[in-house]
C-alpha cells in the first residue's frame, strides 16, 4: 500500500494503531486540527512523502498549521497540500518549515501527468 485515502475513519487512533512502513501518500479529512499535531508526532508512517488535508474550513488568521513541517519521524515528508484553506495550499517541507509552492505549480500532478502522456502516445514528455 503506497497511497491511503481515510475519509472516513472515525478516530485517527485506528490508524496510528500500526506502522504503515510503505505508505508515501497519506489523505485525510480531520476537522480537528490537534488531530493533525497527533500525527505529525507519530512514528506510523516513516516514509510519507506528500501528506493531503481535506475539508479544512479555517481563515489563514485562525489555524497556524506550521507545526505540519516538524515531523521528526517522517523524514521524507516533502509536500503538504491543505485542500479548502479557505482555498487550497500546497507546500514544500524544508528544514522543518512550510515552504508555500506559487499556485500556479502543481507538483503533485505534473510526474503523473507526464508518465501517462508518455504512455498514451509512446513519447516522453
Known amino acids: 500500500l503506497v497511497a491511503l485515502t481515510a475519509y472516513g ?9 500500526k506502522t504503515w512502513h510503505h505508505l508515501q ?4 479529512a480531520r476537522p480537528n ?6 500525527l505529525i508526532q ?6 510519507l512523502t506528500t501528506l493531503r488535508i481535506h475539508e479544512i474550513h479555517y481563515s489563514q488568521q485562525e489555524v497556524d ?3 505540519l513541517g516538524q515531523a521528526p519521524h517522517m523524514p521524507h515528508l516533502s509536500l ?7 482555498q487550497a495550499r500546497r507546500f514544500i517541507v524544508e528544514g522543518g518549515k512550510l515552504i508555500p509552492i506559487r ?3 502543481l507538483p503533485t500532478q505534473s510526474d503523473l501527468i507526464d508518465e501517462t502522456l508518455g504512455r498514451w502516445f509512446g513519447v516522453e514528455v
Do not use: H, R, T
Open 80 to 86: 503538504v497540500e491543505i485542500i479548502g484553506y479557505p
Open 25 to 28: 501518500e497519506l489523505d485525510l
Open 103 to 105: 499556485e500556479d505549480i
Open 42 to 47: 507519530s512514528k506510523c508512517f516513516p516514509n
Open 65 to 67: 498549521f506550521s507545526f
Open 9 to 17: 475513519v472515525s478516530n485517527l487512533d485506528i490508524l496510528l494503531s
Open 33 to 38: 486540527v490537534q488531530e493533525y499535531q497527533k
